[in-house]
């Protein structure tokens, strides 16, 4: 196993030189079949999750992922390129964009800054940091795939973001996390300006990887396949469940009475080994200012959930654990139930503790998305293994976002055409992850 990784990265290195050579496809080109993949790469000290843009976007960039995100932004303070363009104030294309603004500047032109720019808004959701920047249009490299293979380098010219000043960059990791790429449900998110660009489905998968130590995950652009070496195509796999739309805004920017543009699920119960966890439902459901229900994020690292939920899954939780003989032992912060994972047998799912189910409906059955020992416990040091869950407190929001730990190594598909996600159990339980290498 080791020893075929090492050949793949062997591969991947030499194979990656001569993408190079022949960048730079008419996007117009994409041959039939041929989809768009970004690999995803986690940071395991901030637990964030982030692609990176290759050559012909200034210098290489990396951009965290965010599901919920209405924007592309990066930071442009030490941006040089020849094919930048602003938007200008009163372009149709400043005018066609989410929450545009019209703002001056008091030094000389540069990306980022004139006096006649149309600004559009920027959020770093680590620092709640709001700002509105230069909308500015660039190309961008991008890579096509069969679902199994990386295939060509393609150029998308004209590619949207909003180019902003150094402060925002603060909480994203690395020296070469300089943006952030929404995917949420705006004509100017990642997903929309890619798939337009290539005609392609308006559909998006993500394969996000629990460590991109030993191989990368993977966001697919325009659908399936979806082949997960060393297995095959997790696409018959997908258990399908209505997206929900929440009435009212959750985002940054948004004019009154607009939907939310994150993507919803309609969580209606969660069952610890198959049993019912009893807490108010309508915690589940929106209220009239669109406070509750569940969401997916990728910048959130663990599920939070409402102080109500929380408390009733953790006492369940304990409880099914020690039906097992699994031993709790001193809790670590910010978690509430930790345990000695040395009394957790081992399983291909991580420890073999008690199972998750968030209960949705899906066509005409009820579908469960199970978080076994690897998506529900989270190692916090030698031997302590703990319930990778938080309390979002009383009054949160969102009742539950589903966060980044409980979202690894499945496929999750979002479609919206059909405004279905699609996802899969663990793909541990398919001899796969969401670390891999692929062929060029
Ligand atoms: C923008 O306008 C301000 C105020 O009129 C002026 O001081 C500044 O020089 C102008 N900047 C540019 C880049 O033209
Ligand atoms: C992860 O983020 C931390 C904090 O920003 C940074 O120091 C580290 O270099 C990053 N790791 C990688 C592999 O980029
Ligand atoms: C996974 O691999 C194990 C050992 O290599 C094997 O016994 C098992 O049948 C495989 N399972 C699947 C679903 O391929």
Redesign the pocket.
């Known amino acids: 196993m080791a020893s075929s990784q090492q050949t793949l990265t062997g591969t991947l290195f030499i194979f990656s030189l001569l993408t190079i050579s022949y960048a730079a496809t008419d996007p117009s080109k994409l041959p039939p079949n041929t989809k768009i993949h970004f690999p995803i790469?986690k940071?395991?000290?901030?637990l964030q999750y982030y692609i990176s843009f290759d050559p012909v976007f200034p210098t290489f960039v990396d951009a965290v992922i965010d599901l919920g995100a209405q924007y592309v932004w990066f930071d442009c303070t030490s941006y040089v390129s020849s094919t930048y363009k602003r938007a200008s104030c009163g372009s149709n294309r400043c005018k066609n964009a989410l929450g545009s603004v019209c703002v001056g500047c008091n030094s000389a032109p540069r990306p980022g800054c004139s006096n006649n720019t149309c600004g559009v808004f920027a959020y770093n959701p680590y620092t709640e940091y709001l700002t509105a920047q230069e909308l500015g249009e660039d190309t961008i490299s991008v890579s096509s795939t069969d679902g199994y293979s990386v295939l060509a380098d393609y150029e998308v010219p004209k590619f949207q973001f909003s180019c902003a000043g150094s402060e925002i960059v603060q909480g994203?990791?690395?020296?070469?996390?300089k943006g952030l790429v929404g995917l949420a449900r705006t004509p100017v998110s990642l997903l929309s300006q890619i798939s337009s660009a290539f005609n392609l489905a308006k559909k998006f998968a993500l394969c996000i990887p629990s460590s991109s130590e030993n191989g990368l995950g993977d966001l697919f652009i325009g659908g399936g396949p979806y082949f997960m070496p060393p297995s095959g195509d997790q696409s018959s796999s997908l258990v399908r469940t209505p997206l929900i739309t929440n009435p009212v805004s959750t985002g940054p920017v948004s004019s009154e009475g607009d939907a939310s543009d994150e993507y919803f699920i309609g969580v209606k119960d969660i069952e610890i080994n198959g049993k019912r966890v009893a807490f108010d439902s309508s915690l589940l459901s929106f209220d009239k200012n669109g406070v509750g229900g569940t969401k997916i994020s990728t910048v959130t690292p663990y599920t939070t959930l409402h102080s109500v939920i929380y408390k009733r899954v953790v006492k369940d939780f304990v409880k099914a654990a020690a039906a097992l003989k699994i031993k709790r032992v001193k809790s670590v912060a910010p978690f509430g139930a930790c345990f000695d994972s040395k009394t957790a047998p081992k399983t291909v799912t991580g420890p073999g503790v008690p199972d998750i189910d968030l209960v949705m409906e899906g066509n005409m059955v009820l579908v469960r998305l199970r978080l076994s020992g690897s998506n529900s416990m989270v190692e916090v040091k030698k031997d302590v293994i703990c319930l990778a869950f938080v309390d979002g407190g009383a009054e949160p929001r969102t009742s539950i976002v589903l966060g980044g730990h409980q979202l690894e190594d499945r496929l999750i598909e979002v479609d919206l055409t059909t405004s279905i996600l699609g996802f899969t159990q663990s793909l541990l339980l398919s001899n796969t992850s969401c670390s891999h290498y692929r062929l060029f």
């Open positions: 790469r940071n395991l000290t901030t994203l990791p690395g020296d070469h996390t």
